[in-house]
Nanobody, 128 residues
Framework: QVTLVESGGGLVQAGGSLRLSCVASGRAFSKYVMAWFRQAPGKERQFVAAVNWNGGSTYAADSVKDRYTISGDSAKNMVFLQMNSLKPEDTAVYYC?????????????????????WGQGTQVTVSS
């Protein structure tokens, strides 16, 4: 069993920054793929970014890749999402997810079905 707990969300003005954290417990993470997704009110959950702790590879959605950075600390079982130049349209609940298969496939990391475990989410609100 894997438990994921997100933190770091909050209210920020447009142009500001936030750093989200996700701590995982229950199993070793040396081969996992970790990701962030977000879901705005009335919209579907969408992929934000993913990182492969085994190889250090990352992949981000086009809409955020110039502003967001995903990173991980496998020694601490943590993954981070640094979000800069935030916009009102970034407002959403942000979710941490874990794929325990050990396979890094860029074409698959953006799909919800790839992930086995999910956190409860942390709210990010960007005011204009």
């Amino acid at each position: 069993q894997v438990t994921l707990v997100e933190s770091g969300g909050g209210l920020v003005q447009a142009g500001g920054s936030l750093r989200l954290s996700c701590v995982a417990s229950g199993r070793a993470f040396s081969k996992y793929v970790m990701a962030w997704f977000r879901q705005a009110p009335g919209k579907e959950r969408q992929f934000v970014a993913a990182v492969n702790w085994n190889g250090g590879s990352t992949y981000a959605a086009d809409s955020v890749k110039d502003r967001y950075t995903i990173s991980g600390d496998s020694a601490k079982n943590m993954v981070f999402l640094q979000m800069n130049s935030l916009k009102p349209e970034d407002t959403a609940v942000y979710y941490c997810a874990a794929d325990i298969s050990g396979r890094w496939t860029p074409g698959l990391v953006k799909f919800i079905s790839t992930y086995d475990y999910w956190g409860q989410g942390t709210q990010v609100t960007v005011s204009s």
